[in-house]
């Protein structure tokens, strides 16, 4: 099965500054990456999310960036507010029968933005 | 639109006791997914349904573990008899038909077995 594994697993910024999380997977057959923040006593949220067929995605201030090739995909946060401090997940996922799709995620990354 | 609703959200048990949490997905989403929790590390699949059918259940530990989905709408999971090591978060999560990759997922049911 998929093995997806995330690094580094925490991470302390100064507000402003960038934050970067990145991830490896092991199996070609993923095509969809997402990434879950998770605040605490709260199920996982998607805030990104990026398919193979592209290689980079932005959203305001996070973007995502997938290498197929080395299998690497990773998370970028600029001007961090102290609203980012939470555990986020990456993830990726694979078509298994019909249309049903298996989600396998990585060991989380707790980030912790310092006023 | 409401949301995933789980329940309980809390349950202490002791070992070689039984437990159930419940799952009511989004309205329409045919595919259910329960997740386990242990602190400190990424959800880990258990088992999924797609409406009342078993998608993917290779992670569930059977002898203990069961789940059931009933008419492809709320779900149930139970662990009997609990160990230890079972403490942790279960989540339940729910995606649409399209299918468009997006996890919607509960507050989820804290068990700690003592």
């Known amino acids: 099965g998929e093995n997806v594994e995330q690094h580094p697993s925490t991470l302390s910024v100064q507000e402003g500054d960038s934050a970067v999380i990145k991830c490896t997977y092991s199996d070609s057959a993923s095509n969809y990456f997402p990434w879950y923040k998770q605040e605490l006593g709260k199920g996982p949220q998607l805030i990104i999310d990026i398919r193979s067929n592209v290689g980079e995605k932005k959203d305001q201030r996070i973007a995502v960036t997938l290498n197929k090739t080395a299998k690497h995909f990773s998370l970028h946060i600029t001007e961090t507010q102290p609203e980012d401090s939470a555990v986020y997940f990456c993830?990726?996922?694979?078509?298994?029968?019909?249309?049903?799709?298996?989600?396998?995620f990585g060991s989380g990354t707790q980030l912790t933005v310092l006023p | 639109e409401a949301g995933v609703a789980q329940s309980p959200r809390y349950k202490i048990i002791e070992k070689r006791q039984s437990v159930a949490f419940w799952c009511n997905p989004i309205?329409?989403?045919?595919?259910l997914y329960w997740y386990q929790q242990i602190l400190g590390q990424g959800p880990k699949l258990l088992i999924q349904f797609q409406n009342n059918g078993v998608v993917d259940d290779s992670q569930l530990p059977k002898d203990r573990f069961s789940a059931e989905r009933l008419k492809g709408v709320d779900s149930t999971l139970k662990i009997q008899p609990a160990k230890l090591e079972d403490s942790a978060v279960y989540l339940c999560a729910s995606s649409s038909r399209q299918n468009t990759g997006e996890l919607f997922f509960g507050e989820g049911s804290r068990l700690t077995v003592l």
């Open positions: 993830a990726a996922s694979m078509i298994l029968s019909g249309s049903a799709r298996q989600l396998t």
């Open positions: 309205s329409g989403h045919a595919t």
